[in-house]
């Protein structure tokens, strides 16, 4: 009972040091630290007590470390269990969002102003993949961990054309035909991802373009089961990861459906260390379950706080001196990887509020690809609260050949703003967007609509906190070389 009552204790210090003020938490901090410290070691070796303590805070403190980490992991494993509860996992289903996403569909920050179509496929159990891709797509493949294996589309190989790729699994050792557009997953299962544009309110073309995409095994080439795309956009589904125990069980999982990559085994052997082992079972006792119960919850609410607000302090994350808005990619490098480093926190704030990685969204590629941007702080660098209201210029010649959008999303769930618009969004390739006379355009944030009718007003909803992203597809030498910029998110007083 003594035991039970300590990480009780000891895990509700931990919380509650997150959730205080700054000065609060500080001071929670520091008795906590120096209680720690302070735990008696007679003549060098811990008392039982303090043993006990210590293992239940190591497996504490790794459990959150374990949450953080595998955050690439349990997003893509989230969606594609989403997924396949709702459509079928079979390799010849691909959901398609029909109606563009909308407020449905809880994932990080979707974009609604593309089509949208994805698929997992198991070359462990299919073998080698072919994918069929119509011209004028813009897409990508990722293996499990999100990992870039390359893009395809405009920004692929194929440069819009379209063709035909072909995925092998790990370690493939059969022949490789010719003709294809060959890359080999690190992982066992793949993430293909499609995104189709369309101009104006007429979205049949597009979605009739899209459904001639064709995904099939290779030995199945002559006689491949009828694709079928039911569309997701008419469904409620929550593709977001766990902030609970089950977070650790999905994990558990994971690591038994894929390969252990060797640049893996130090943070696998923390996962080992609170009960997830390869070949193993995940059977973590009562007081374990515990432990990792508010070790996902706190692992969660320190990816939060990395992507929302510590994230924001690191130098260059801000894109422009005098501007809130945020890169999402200040390593550049699709692994977040630096000379002399991974920037880890920059890896969690990404995959806290977003999904998919590929060449085209983080290297400098002008007239291909897009480019992502996001602010969490008003222009007086407070957050954004729903109850209050907002104006946003931007100006004329936004950096974009194809087009770009503004998209608000709630703050706790990172997905489309549910506010009862049909989309939280304006973009420029619809026609619904309204400009100035020089090609600028002024957007309003509120809860009620504005008395000016020549503002893009975009509800919010009291009680739902939200953020904005900037998107732009095709972007040009503006963006890169910041001689465009955006304004900056002004409170209406």
């Given at each position: ?9 000891l895990?509700f ?15 929670a ?18 008392t ?6 210590l ?12 949450y953080m ?25 691909v ?10 569909t809880?994932?990080?920050?979707a974009n609604p102003?593309?089509?949208y179509?994805?698929s997992y ?23 499990m ?12 190989p ?25 890359f080999?997953s ?41 694709m ?10 929550d593709?977001d ?7 650790f ?12 990559a ?12 609170i ?11 009562d007081?374990?379950?515990t ?9 969660y ?27 999402l ?39 291909k ?7 969490f702080?008003?222009?007086?660098g ?15 010649n ?5 087009f ?12 489309l703003?549910?506010?009862?618009q ?10 619904q967007?309204?400009?100035n006379?020089?090609g600028?355009a ?20 009291p009680?739902k ?29």
């Amino acid at each position: 009972m003594k035991q039970k009552i300590k990480i009780k204790a000891l895990l509700f210090t931990a919380i509650a040091a997150i959730t205080l003020s700054s000065n609060q938490s500080a001071t929670a901090q520091t008795s906590h630290f120096d209680e720690l410290s302070k735990l008696p070691f007679p003549g060098g070796y811990p008392t039982k007590e303090a043993a006990n303590q210590l293992q239940d805070e190591l497996q504490f403190q790794r459990a959150c470390q374990v949450y953080m980490w595998a955050l690439p992991a349990m997003n893509m494993m989230s969606m594609r269990l989403a997924s396949e509860k709702t459509f079928g996992d079979a390799y010849n289903i691909v959901p398609m969002w029909k109606d563009r996403p909308n407020a449905n569909t809880i994932i990080t920050t979707a974009n609604p102003d593309v089509i949208y179509a994805m698929s997992y496929v198991d070359l462990k159990k299919d073998g080698p993949i072919v994918v069929d891709l119509p011209p004028q797509m813009q897409g990508l493949f990722d293996d499990m961990w999100h990992r870039s294996i390359s893009d395809i589309g405009f920004a692929g190989p194929d440069a819009g054309k379209g063709g035909k790729y072909l995925l092998l699994p790990p370690d493939y050792k059969g022949n490789v035909p010719k003709g294809y557009f060959t890359f080999t997953s690190a992982t066992n299962r793949v993430f293909i991802f499609v995104r189709g544009f369309f101009k104006g309110s007429d979205l049949a073309p597009t979605v009739a373009s899209m459904e001639k995409l064709r995904i099939y095994p290779l030995a199945q080439k002559d006689n491949p089961a009828k694709m079928q795309f039911p569309n997701a956009s008419a469904v409620k589904l929550d593709m977001d990861f766990p902030r609970d125990i089950s977070y650790f069980e999905n994990l558990a999982k994971f690591i038994n459906e894929e390969p252990a990559a060797p640049e893996d085994f130090y943070m696998r052997g923390v996962a080992a260390s609170i009960g997830i082992v390869k070949g193993k079972p995940f059977a973590p006792d009562d007081h374990m379950k515990t432990i990792l119960q508010k070790g996902a919850e706190v692992g969660y609410k320190m990816a939060a706080n990395v992507s929302l607000s510590s994230y924001g302090q690191i130098p260059g994350v801000r894109l422009y001196p005098d501007r809130q808005w945020e890169t999402l990619f200040l390593s550049g490098s699709t692994t977040f990887d630096t000379p002399t480093h991974r920037s880890v926190d920059e890896q969690i704030a990404f995959f806290h509020k977003a999904y998919s990685m590929s060449p085209a969204m983080v290297v400098k590629m002008p007239g291909k690809g897009a480019q992502y941007v996001a602010t969490f702080h008003d222009s007086e660098g407070e957050y954004f609260s729903g109850e209050n209201s907002y104006m946003l210029y931007v100006p004329a010649n936004a950096p974009a050949k194809n087009f770009w959008s503004i998209v608000l999303y709630d703050i706790e769930t990172r997905s489309l703003l549910d506010n009862g618009q049909p989309f939280p969004a304006f973009a420029s390739n619809n026609g619904q967007m309204k400009l100035n006379a020089d090609g600028s355009a002024d957007f309003f944030f509120g809860p009620a609509a504005p008395t000016d009718a020549k503002l893009n007003w975009i509800k919010t909803v009291p009680g739902k906190d939200f953020f904005p992203g900037l998107r732009f597809y095709a972007p040009t030498e503006g963006f890169f070389d910041k001689t465009w910029k955006p304004g900056d998110v002004v409170k209406v007083k």
